[in-house]
């Protein structure tokens, strides 16, 4: 009769119904205080309640009655992972394995303290015994995938996870993992798929509940975003990071000036209301939590030093606290850029690298190990130094520490929370940043902003960081060879070859509501005129963008001609061919401006007041041609209207413009002095 009370409170326990399960084990040693299967069974409910002290003092009561059945052990092992005593889950795992080397659970439970203790591949081998025991054991074939991922070989965590996934299609951890994965590699589409998958078979997984409000951020789905992650900070209330997450909702594409203006305002009255958070308490959480300061920022055409301040401000290092004191002996520089940074990073910062003088002073590059292998295959030199980093904040703070640069040059700050967290924590006596970061970082461990003279940056209320200023842009750009140009034509695209074509190939979500104006202005002087733009990264940027052009353009949105995502020979062949690229307002072209003026192509400016407004003057300024400056840099709006429509329709003006290019050129690309200035900035300021 006792059998079949077990097997009949089993049954409520496998089908989910906690409470009755409970009350058929504890009915079981009522009756018999010593049934070791009931005192193990009660062990795992309290364990799927989160109750881990109960767990395991259920459980270890099992253990005293039988102390010879290694499931006991092994499921003491994952109690013991719960509550982060890892050496002890180890020890767990150890005793399940000598009772019974063919338990599954011991060995899979094994691996993931393995993990934890960073014995990655100790831990590879228990969760393959594990799968090796039990194929269809789904959770031992995600972990596997988890610990690719710790090592940074995201393509072998794919495949494990879409191996478990296979073994079995319902295990929601296996979607959401993948998912994850998808979701650094910014493939919304199908990360949105597992996660929505994932969620509809466990809906109280809050990080899939995270992640899915990350992937509709991206997806310019920002009420959806909003509400999933307000999902995941009100199941966890006391979560300093989840609560924050919820007010790093920006709209991607926004509807409207208006729209802006209260966004930001919102955004800074919930920051005023957020308490300080010690980073310390949520060390193991920071690389993945996504809370450097939301992008669309640098979008608004605004100062935003105030707001980056008032953002920063609320991390406390705790006792991550910067506490180094050392005269580092000569020159140690370090240049650290992340992981999905790397063709921007290349573009702008290669010249610079080959052109390093390593007599004068070692330059060492600075990336996760997946990182650093692109960038191995694109720079060949033998004299760089080379240095892996964790992709967990914390690691790779202390990795750094210990290396002791006397200086690290960050490309950017703020595009991901590794970049962010590694700056704002300091990992070298002097930090900086330049254009990388087209704006003021507002974190008061960067010491240092690179400007430039020619972009005419001075005004210092712009920024947190001691400016300082180079003779010439940080760069030292490589045109794109004559074989990258491909053979599209207008008309494969549907563009009409006899008409002028103003081409405006910026990120969608650069166009700011104020920058409609500008576009309805262009279309209604010339009636022959129209504007290509290329399509937004994520399907729903151009639906939301040209929404809001039919509410401001009228009729004259029939002229805007959506270019589908181009190849990069395609890209270049429609620069080639345009009329005029049309830069954006408050954010113009950076690596686009280089690649246009590369090609001869005109491209008509309107300064703005920040840095991240004046790239492509400064490209103008360098080259330092009047004649170039009074055709291509207008004064005000109106004046960038009327050269814009004058450049598109005048073929003669087209034609002199592209020739004083090609006579200039010489001043804008591969400045060997632009590097030697940049390293000479370098040496300076880690000596300082």
């Known amino acids: 009769m006792q059998q079949g009370t077990l097997e009949h409170a089993l049954a409520h326990h496998q089908a989910g119904r906690l409470e009755l399960a409970e009350a058929g084990y504890r009915a079981l040693i009522a009756a018999q205080p010593h049934h070791a299967d009931a005192l193990h069974l009660l062990g795992g409910i309290a364990l799927q309640r989160g109750e881990h002290d109960q767990a395991a003092d259920w459980i270890n009561r099992a253990i005293a009655v039988n102390p010879h059945i290694a499931l006991y052990h092994a499921n003491l092992g994952a109690v013991e992972l719960a509550r982060g005593r890892h050496e002890a889950a180890l020890a767990a795992c150890n005793q399940a394995v000598d009772l019974d080397q063919k338990c599954a659970e011991a060995h899979n439970h094994r691996g993931t303290a393995l993990v934890y203790l960073k014995r990655y591949e100790d831990a590879k081998i228990a969760y393959q015994r594990a799968l090796d025991l039990a194929p269809d054991y789904a959770e031992a074939g995600a972990n596997l995938g988890n610990v690719a991922r710790a090592q940074g070989d995201w393509e072998a965590a794919k495949r494990h996870y879409r191996a478990a996934l296979a073994r079995n299609p319902n295990s929601a951890e296996a979607c959401n993992n993948l998912a994850a994965v998808l979701l650094a590699e910014k493939q919304t589409e199908e990360a949105a798929h597992w996660l929505e998958r994932a969620l509809a078979l466990d809906d109280s997984l809050t990080e899939a509940h995270e992640n899915l409000g990350f992937v509709y951020l991206l997806q310019g789905r920002d009420h959806e975003a909003g509400l999933h992650l307000k999902k995941a900070a009100t199941r966890h209330p006391d979560h300093a990071l989840k609560q924050l997450r919820t007010h790093l909702v920006f709209p991607m594409i926004a509807p409207s000036s208006k729209a802006v203006g209260y966004q930001r305002k919102r955004f800074q009255k919930n920051l005023a209301q957020t308490a300080p958070i010690n980073l310390a308490a949520y060390r193991g959480e920071l690389a993945k939590s996504n809370l450097h300061p939301p992008f669309q920022l640098a979008y608004h055409g605004e100062n935003n030093r105030a707001l980056k301040q008032q953002y920063a401000a609320l991390f ?50 600075v990336a996760p190990q997946s990182t650093l292998h692109l960038l191995q295959a694109q720079i060949d030199r033998d004299d760089l130094g080379w240095f892996p980093i964790s992709e967990n904040v914390v690691e790779a703070l202390q990795q750094l520490r210990a290396a002791r640069f006397s200086l690290m040059y960050f490309w950017e700050v703020g595009s991901d929370s590794l970049n962010y967290f590694l700056a704002l924590l300091r990992v070298a006596p002097h930090q900086c940043t330049s254009w990388g970061s087209p704006e003021t970082t507002g974190v008061a461990a960067i010491d240092s902003y690179l400007t430039a003279a020619p972009w005419h940056d001075t005004d210092r209320d712009h920024y947190s960081e001691d400016l300082q200023q180079l003779p010439l842009i940080p760069c030292s750009y490589t045109p794109p060879p004559a074989g990258a140009v491909g053979t599209v034509t207008r008309a494969d695209l549907n563009c009409s070859p006899e008409k002028p074509m103003v081409f405006c190939p910026q990120n969608l979500f650069k166009f700011h509501p104020d920058f409609d104006h500008i576009l309805r202005q262009v279309l209604e002087k010339d009636r022959h005129i129209f504007i290509a733009i290329v399509e937004g990264k994520r399907k729903h940027w151009t639906k939301l963008l040209l929404k809001r052009l039919e509410r401001t353009l009228g009729n004259a949105i029939q002229r805007i001609q959506v270019l589908p995502r181009l190849g990069y020979s395609d890209y270049l062949a429609m620069v080639q061919q345009c009329d005029v690229l049309l830069d954006s307002l408050y954010f113009s072209g950076g690596n686009t401006s280089f690649e246009g003026l590369a090609l001869g192509t005109p491209i008509v400016t309107l300064p703005g007041t920040f840095l991240r407004g004046r790239f492509t003057y400064g490209c103008y300024q360098q080259m330092g041609d009047k004649n170039l400056l009074a055709a291509c840099v207008a004064k005000n709006l109106d004046d960038w209207v009327e050269k814009i429509v004058h450049t598109a329709i005048d073929q003669s003006q087209q034609e002199q413009i592209r020739e004083l290019l090609k006579q200039n050129r010489r001043q804008l690309f591969e400045r060997r002095d632009a590097a030697e200035s940049f390293q000479q900035k370098l040496m300076s300021l880690g000596k300082s």
């Open 316 to 365: 406390d290092a705790g006792n991550l606290t910067w506490r180094e004191e050392w005269e580092p002996p000569g020159h140690h520089i370090g240049m650290l850029v992340t992981r999905g940074h790397e063709g921007i990073f290349l573009a702008c910062c290669k010249g610079l690298i080959l052109n390093w003088d390593t007599q004068k002073a070692p330059l060492t590059l």
